[in-house]
């Protein structure tokens, strides 16, 4: 008989006919751990003969030191799209001299570990699939002894910024952003992933958006962001940052023209016998004209018949009723934008003059662009700057134009230089927040 004793656990057992002994211990009667057990056996022979022998083994029951590290994918633990591009690392410890292996989304990889039992394990950018989602890392590691360990780690991939769109198509029913439209500025709409952030560019002029928490962005474009062009398309670029950090933009288009087209021009005005104004003569358009007779009485549509000349380049406008001499009329351009442009035109009997030119009181909502005294006679215009601001467009600015025997009253204005525009010299002079360029033919300009 021999009396075992393995770690404090005493067990007795027989020799066989060969003198061979085994002591078999159960998974219980085992401390687990990583330790030296000692191991005693002793024997009686049938002489009475005493022998003990001593021995130890070492007992190794499980990894040490296995885990993941806090943050093994990346700070936040969110994979975004720039880091999903560079591959992804993920890192932990284990014993030293065992072995890790790491599956993701069904890629496996063997992890590098280094003599202190640090483990790291990559995944390229076409490990990992595009797209918003969590995932889990499966780690497995066995030590040197054969044991082995399992955990996980959970984590999120968040490639991309959905949605992004646009949902407002500036410009009204027509899709063209005009002058009027223009000069109020729109509001743009759209929908993005909760959390982010938006910024719209148009014109190189960036503004942040508005973002509830539902992801509904808007942003209002003021009158002064929206370029001045004529019939152009304009891009608005909307770019978006999620919470994750990636980023997105779309580009959309708009149709601008808010350059309102030429005054018109008049070259002529046709006269009967007595002097009654028939009809009067314009440079080509494509613009719609419309042309009001304006006074104190009010404002009177003036109707007529047109005939195109292509070979003098001017279009006779005849009125079906006769205008009487000395009245004022307001001719208006507009274009297929509704963009309109306005000429205030005096006329007189040009065998007699007109001292004194007061413009009819009952101006606002045009867009008088220029004032035309080159079909009365000996005509002095009186004009403020408050009749300015009223019957011109946002620049607050007209024109004057006549002849040498005409004249401008203007008080309170200051000369400020010359322009020249259209190939005409104009006299520049300022008028508290209005500008009135005067033909340099007239020379009578009181201030």
């Not at 719609?288 to 549509?301: A, F, H, K, L, Y």
């Amino acid at each position: 008989m021999v009396d075992v004793t393995l770690d404090g656990v005493s067990k007795t057992v027989q020799t066989d006919s060969f003198g061979v002994w085994r002591a078999n211990y159960a998974p219980g009667e085992i401390r687990p751990g990583e330790y030296e057990a000692q191991i005693t056996a002793y024997t009686v022979d049938a002489a009475g003969n005493e022998l003990t022998r001593s021995d130890s083994v070492m007992v190794d029951t499980f990894v040490r030191n296995f885990q993941v590290s806090a943050n093994p994918v990346t700070a936040d633990n969110i994979v975004n799209d720039a880091e999903q591009g560079q591959g992804v690392t993920l890192s932990g410890s284990t014993e030293p001299g065992a072995t890790v292996t790491v599956v993701v989304e069904g890629v496996s990889r063997f992890a590098n570990v280094d003599a202190a039992g640090n483990w790291t394990a990559s995944f390229s950018a076409l490990d990992l699939p595009d797209g918003t989602y969590t995932t889990t890392a499966q780690i497995s590691t066995e030590d040197a002894a054969g044991n082995t360990a399992t955990t996980s780690k959970t984590f999120q991939v968040d490639t991309e910024v959905v949605p992004l769109t646009s949902t407002t198509q500036p410009g009204g029913s027509d899709g063209v952003v005009g002058e009027a439209e223009s000069a109020q500025g729109f509001t743009l709409n759209g929908q993005v992933e909760q959390g982010s952030t938006v910024v719209v560019t148009i014109a190189g002029q960036q503004m942040q958006a508005q973002v509830s928490a539902g992801g509904a962005w808007s942003v209002a474009v003021p009158s002064s962001v929206i370029p001045e062009v004529d019939g152009e398309s304009v891009s608005i670029q909307i770019a978006a940052t999620d919470a994750a950090g990636n980023t997105k933009s779309i580009t959309e288009t708009m149709t601008v023209d808010n350059v309102a087209p030429d005054a018109p021009d008049m070259t002529a005005i046709t006269r009967d016998q007595s002097q009654a104004v028939r009809g009067i003569v314009l440079e080509n358009t494509n613009d719609d004209v419309v042309i009001e007779r304006v006074g104190t009485s009010g404002t009177q549509n003036v109707a007529f018949n047109e005939q195109d000349n292509n070979f003098t380049g001017e279009t006779t406008y005849s009125f079906n009723n006769v205008v009487p001499d000395g009245s004022h009329l307001v001719v208006t351009a507009t274009d297929g934008a509704g963009n309109s442009s306005g000429t205030y035109v005096v006329v007189d009997d040009p065998n007699t003059s007109q001292s004194n030119v007061t413009l009819a009181g009952n101006l606002g909502g045009r867009e008088i662009d220029a004032i035309d005294l080159e079909f009365t006679e000996e005509a002095t215009l009186t004009i403020t700057e408050a009749q300015i601001v009223a019957m011109t467009g946002e620049d607050n600015t007209v024109k004057v134009l006549g002849n040498t025997d005409d004249g401008v009253r203007i008080s309170g204005a200051t000369r400020t230089g010359s322009r020249f525009e259209d190939g005409q010299n104009y006299d520049v002079y300022d008028l508290g927040d209005a500008t009135v360029l005067i033909d340099d033919d007239i020379n009578n300009v009181t201030i």
